[in-house]
Nanobody
């Protein structure tokens, strides 16, 4: 059974940083391409960053240079380091496969506000 458990969100001031974690229960984590998504109020869910089993990471234009996705294949965990946060980054953040499955977790709320 596929399961994603996100954590690490919170309230942060503009310009601040957060590190999100996602513990993934998938059958072959090390070979899976994974991603972070986010959904802001009144908006559709969007892809933020993706990381393949090998090769280059990809980022939405809105977060390039500020966010970094990484993975630990021993811990079956995906991370999202978010720096220079902006109010527009406020959203619920989710992880999933890079081609998203239906198995969405609860997500973790990130609020950027002064």
């Amino acid at each position: 059974q596929v399961q994603f458990v996100e954590s690490g969100g919170g309230l942060v001031q503009p310009g601040g940083s957060l590190r999100l974690s996602c513990a993934a229960s998938v059958s072959d984590f090390s070979r899976s391409a994974l991603a972070w998504y986010r959904q802001a109020p009144e908006k559709q869910r969007e892809l933020v960053a993706s990381i393949p089993s090998r090769g280059y990471t990809n980022y939405a234009d809105s977060v390039k240079g500020r966010f970094t996705i990484s993975r630990d294949n021993v811990k079956n965990t995906v991370y999202l380091q978010m720096n220079s946060l902006k109010p527009d980054d406020t959203a619920v953040y989710y992880c999933n496969f890079a081609i998203a499955s239906r198995s969405w977790g609860q997500g973790t709320q990130v609020t950027v506000s002064s």
